[in-house]
């Protein structure tokens, strides 16, 4: 992985792979892939984004950023409030699009689609971890996990089957059937964590999930996370805690828009 | 590790799910290729996610339904209850007006200001129409031209007698009073013998015998017609039709060609099955004058009760009305809560988007909510409308009657109520963006 304003190293050609390689199930990809295998394209490609949101007074929430997180990475972002961290979540998430530069999530070149397509892109190669959990208050365990796999093209028959073993991932195999409101915080948190990964997505995008957490129930988060980055998954965590940033393997920092420090 | 369930702190790490590869293997996004859209939301899936939270709050949703339940309970007991009063509109007068039909020669103007039949009925009209199907009963009816007649019981004329108008005179044939379902007061109606031996014979209807003092048959007593005797061999005491004959003097055919030179029958008259008027109108000109058919005039019931219409489309206008307009009231009150719905589940929607929800999967999450909520609406309504209509109709003592489309319909238009009603809200909705939304908790 790069940061700044340097090429990325992955693939300098800057050319995506062809049509013919498979995106390969991301907890498989990095130890399963033979070394004759051609250079997948990184999981997330940042070049020299610039998001400003107009004035007055014009505000450049992201300034020249380029970055380059490979499959498998455990990134984390810190940085102070408004230095553009939220902003960064939103354009990876794709709910946000920069206003100069160019982002390619798993190679694809996300700047000339449409919003369907940004939809199903979101749909299948992202999972959300928010800080406020964003679970239906009135859907058991099970239905949250259940729901985005309405939407990334999961078939019905398999939806359930993920789902549970999602919940059994996360240790809430016995709370399925209960509602959100019931549980603790962290079994809430662990709720999003499910249901963010029972899609099976390419890259998780988490955005304080310790944020409504005390230290304990943050530590069970991070374990968590940890054992997913062990699986493969890639992980972008953005976070105020620098207990929780030390956790990944690389560590960026976010200053007035600008990525300012690399781990 | 263990099945148990474990502390939150040791989570499990399970094995990896060994599905078929082509299950594994998720879509290829090729660079430079539009991406497929995730296509399995598929209309199943957006019911089930309408109707998951449907009855989460069943106190707001009996406020969301409520107006859409009384504009379909008004539409539907207003259709059924005009329905039912025609019915049983028809049932009490229309007995006889459905049953009868009548053939009459058509007439034309002369110069003189008058008006003169342009053909004439065969004598054998009866025997002609009963060959038809759907005639029970048929008779000839004249009246005979008598102006200067003077109808008494005595021979006599009596000069001190105040002056009064003679009763008018009707030729008839011997079915008449099983034609016009007549009831006899006394005494018996003249038969095919009289007819045929042009018998001095008369029946009297009601009004006449009671003006003329006859009350009783078996004493034998005569009127006179133009100084005739005529026995009198019975009086009619009611007919289902052409009630103005309990108002005359009724001959024979027979005798009244003979007597007083009747020269052709007025009309026939024929009693026929329920329903078969349209197609007997054509059919009964045609049996009677097969070389012009257009020269009779025949006039028949038609398939249902034209005064049983008119009162349900009286009813109808002013109900209809009522009822549109708290349907509409109905599709606002749908339409608000849908806005509310929207505005308290902005984080939901965001939600929804941030995990690969298109923004017309949105618009028809909500919309397919509205409609749901119309179409329970309608169905509530429509049940109630028919038991309003039912319970009017056991308090009346009427059959109710009330269309099986009538209550269908209802219902579904209580769907499209809340199809139009959640248009709006459900565009509000679909342009909700994400990351605004999210800002919010769910």
């Given at each position: 992985m790069t940061t700044g304003p340097a090429a990325p190293a992955a693939d300098p050609a800057t050319e995506p792979l062809p049509a013919t390689v498979p995106a390969t199930e991301p907890a498989a990809l990095p130890a399963t892939l033979p070394a004759t295998e051609p250079a997948a394209p990184p999981a997330i490609e940042l070049r020299d984004v610039t998001r400003s949101f107009p004035g007055p007074p014009e505000v450049q929430a992201l300034k020249g950023v380029s970055l380059s997180v490979a499959d498998g990475d455990y990134v984390s972002v810190t940085g102070p409030s408004?230095?553009?961290?939220?902003?960064?979540?939103?354009?990876?998430?794709l709910l946000d699009r920069p206003t100069v530069g160019e982002y390619r999530l798993g190679g694809v070149l996300t700047g000339t689609l449409d919003e369907d397509e940004r939809a199903a892109l979101?749909?299948?190669?992202?999972g959300f971890v928010f800080q406020a959990?964003?679970?239906?208050?009135?859907?058991s365990v099970l239905e949250n996990v259940l729901l985005p796999m309405l939407y990334n093209g999961t078939p019905r028959a398999e939806r359930e089957p993920r789902a549970r073993e999602a919940l059994e991932r996360v240790g809430l195999g016995h709370r399925v059937g209960f509602l959100p409101g019931t549980l603790s915080g962290g079994e809430r948190q662990r709720v999003a964590v499910a249901r963010a990964v029972a899609s099976r997505p390419r890259v998780l995008l988490a955005d304080e999930p310790t944020g409504n957490l005390d230290q304990a129930t943050s530590g069970e988060i991070m374990a968590l996370f940890d054992e997913l980055h062990a699986d493969g998954l890639t992980l972008v965590v953005i976070t105020h805690d620098?207990?929780?940033?030390?956790?990944?393997?690389?560590?960026i920092r976010l200053a007035d828009g600008r990525v300012s420090e690399a781990g | 590790m263990t099945g148990r369930a474990t502390p939150p702190s040791r989570v499990r790490r399970l094995p990896r799910p060994h599905l078929p590869a082509r299950l594994r293997r998720r879509p290829v996004p090729t660079p430079g290729s539009p991406v497929a859209p995730a296509d399995r939301f598929r209309f199943t899936d957006l019911l089930g996610e309408a109707t998951a939270d449907i009855g989460s709050r069943p106190g707001r949703l009996v406020m969301t339904v409520l107006g859409t339940v009384l504009g379909i309970t008004a539409l539907v007991a207003t259709i059924g209850l005009a329905q039912t009063a025609a019915a049983q509109i028809a049932r009490q007068f229309d007995a006889a007006s459905v049953t009868q039909l009548v053939v009459t020669p058509r007439t034309a103007s002369t110069g003189g200001g008058t008006t003169v039949a342009t053909t004439a009925l065969p004598w054998d009209a009866v025997p002609r129409l009963e060959r038809l199907a759907g005639i029970e009963s048929a008779t000839l009816l004249a009246e005979v031209p008598l102006p200067e007649a003077v109808v008494t019981t005595v021979p006599v004329n009596d000069p001190s007698q105040p002056p009064s108008a003679p009763p008018p005179v009707y030729a008839a044939s011997d079915e008449l009073l099983d034609t016009l379902g007549g009831q006899?007061?006394?005494?018996?109606?003249?038969?095919?013998?009289h007819d045929r031996r042009a018998d001095r014979v008369a029946v009297l209807g009601a009004r006449?015998?009671?003006?003329?003092?006859?009350?009783?048959?078996?004493?034998q007593p005569s009127v006179f017609i133009d100084g005739i005797a005529y026995a009198v061999v019975g009086v009619v005491a009611s007919l289902d039709a052409r009630a103005e004959l309990l108002g005359a003097v009724i001959l024979p055919t027979g005798t009244a060609r003979a007597d007083f030179g009747l020269a052709a029958p007025g009309d026939a008259q024929a009693r026929i099955a329920v329903g078969a008027g349209p197609q007997l109108r054509g059919q009964a000109a045609l049996a009677l004058a097969p070389d012009d058919p257009e020269s009779l005039e025949v006039d028949a019931p038609d398939g249902r009760s034209e005064l049983g219409r008119d009162v349900q489309a009286d009813v109808n206008e002013v109900f209809l009305v009522l009822s549109v307009i708290v349907l509409l009231a109905g599709g606002v009150g749908i339409a608000n809560v849908t806005t509310l719905s929207v505005m308290e589940r902005v984080g939901e929607i965001g939600l929804r988007r941030a995990i690969g929800a298109t923004g017309r999967q949105i618009a028809g999450q909500f919309v397919a909510e509205s409609v749901v909520v119309g179409l329970l609406g309608g169905l509530i309504g429509a049940a109630l409308g028919v038991f309003a209509v039912v319970g009017v109709s056991v308090v009346r003592g009427w059959t109710p009657v009330v269309d099986p489309w009538v209550a269908l319909g209802g219902a579904l238009l209580g769907a499209v109520v809340g199809l139009v009603a959640g248009g709006l809200p459900a565009r509000?909705?679909?342009?909700?963006?994400?990351?605004?939304?999210?800002?919010?908790?769910?």
């Open positions: 408004g230095s553009g961290k939220s902003t960064m979540l939103n354009v990876l998430g979101r749909a299948r190669h992202l959990f964003h679970l239906m208050s009135r859907r620098a207990d929780v940033a030390r956790r990944a393997s690389r560590r | 006899l007061a006394t005494g018996r109606f003249f038969d095919a013998g006449v015998a009671e003006r003329l003092g006859v009350v009783r048959v078996d004493t509000r909705a679909a342009r909700i963006e994400p990351v605004d939304a999210l800002r919010g908790g769910t």
